[in-house]
């Protein structure tokens, strides 16, 4: 929905609301279950909805509405309403809107109470006046719900951030304090008392309406059926079939979304050292049938629309955080849930569950799919080279729309996103927009005309394009893998390691052009092949590597480099996006199975020799 239709149907609902409210004989509807009441009320008053929306007399209503909301913009030209909108709107309020909020009412993937909070989160109201992205950290209980927020004990953190820096275990510095996370509670006023509720959403005396699986064998992220009862804590949870690779490896997690968190409340000296944790959850796109309508710009499709970006924080591999019901201060609270610790004031018992922390963001999404692989390059998901391939892409991407919309990089996330197809494990790069609900960059960048100029921008060879930069020689010769002059920032500290400039444009070039040369060797444009810099003279790096390892001989086969150990052992040298189809490959392979018949031929690419060399012992 787009911003216009988001805040006629929040006015819309308000005014149908206050109407069939007056007419309630049990008085008002409970303010405090936000405007539109709870999810689940949400049957009892439907019709009646329904009933307000198709009554003519309402209509004017609706004009005004709209009206006031377009005035100044393109659709109310000297105070004339577009009578084409407000038809497609009427419709859309008369026919459509009560079985969106049907849908988004029964949806399992949503787990907000209120109906208001529901449908913002959803993207159907617009988030003004939910500020249901910043989450406290408790590190002081508080005795007074007055004033609200306490005064003092409490950090705030938006939601993404927080489920890393309030993870349990996580240590935080505030007025020369440290202060050690330990689990989650929601706290809220009620008159001069506070009361506690459940930290976590959906509390942990359910079951979780959508576990999240997450494959380690492909990076596939799916929603997985609904389970009864929470994942029980001191094991790491189970390993099933992953739906698109097929491999046994897909996690199960027990994924909830904390409502606040609480410190041990037993604040340490800060002595000038702390255990600082980076950012330790990465966002993802889960896969959903979403029928997006899909645009080819040159040898990519790309399609844009709104759906839910998940991070989680999953305690790095172990699925979780054992968390127990907890008691502070010896009293027994309901809804809080801690990690055991060395601190007194918050102490735990009973059965513990293991619960990965979830932060769900609905935004702008564009999503970047390679149309054509030439015969024998595929960047693979399920491999190291593959990964990086798809998310230097999308960093890369990323930093150009940055470029083009005049923004800073830190207002959209990248990342890349694993589907079957044609049976096997396929990558797409996307973008998203940071704000809750977008911001509008992910869908605009989603029109052909300006995808085609950030493409424009990147490859162009002029001085300032990111080409231009990356080639620069003083660059190409340093920079082996990726640094801080190219591919890494701040916000991508965690791909570090896995980021690598010439992989991310040969997938640029590959968008581009389907017939785009993917090799080692080949000019790009006039300028010479950067991988030469990695594998190109005598005396590269690789080179002495595989001397180290005692390839003795280097030999030049078809411009490929073949390393010969008298093990006897044979690595032909191959772009890291080869597979063993590719043609040259298999004519090379064929020349070197005649001349040495008895070795044994193993490809090797310089992406894995310079980070692990080892693998080629
Ligand atoms: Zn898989
Ligand atoms: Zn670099």
Redesign the pocket.
Known sequence: MNVLKRVLVKEVLRMAFRDINKNTTNGQRDSVHGEFGLCEDWHSVREQVQVWLNDQDNESVIRKLLDGITVGTKWNKSSQIDETLLDNLLSFLRGQLVYCIDKVVSSSYLTQEFLSERLANAGCLPMFGFPTRVRNMYTRWPRSGNPWPPSSGVIERDLEVAISQFAPGSEIVKDKAVHTACGVVELAPQGSRVVSKPGFVPDLNHGNPSPMGICEHCQAVVYLPGTNNPAPGGVVPDIQDCPICQNHAMRCLDAREPRGFISTLSPKDFEGSFDWSPRSSRPFLGIKDINAQQKQVNNVCISSFADEIISINDNGGKGGFDLQKAKVFDNNYSGVYAEDNDGQNVTVGGPSFRIALLAKRHTDILLVDIDNWPQGVFANPTTVEGRSAWYSFAFTLRMASAALLDVDASELDAGFRVTNKHGIPSGSAFLCDKLENGAGYSSWLGQEENFKNLLIQVTDDNSISIFSR?MDIK?SN??D????????DFYNSMYHGLLD?RLGMDMIRLACDQNAKVDLTSNWGHRENPWQNVVGCTTSRITKTMENLGYKTHINVGGLNVYIHKRPQILIERHPLWTDEHPVYQKIVMLIKEKYPKHMIIPMNPFVAIRRPADYV
Do not use: I
């Open positions: 990356w660059h340093a920079c893998t990726s640094c801080n002059l190219c591919l890494r400039w």
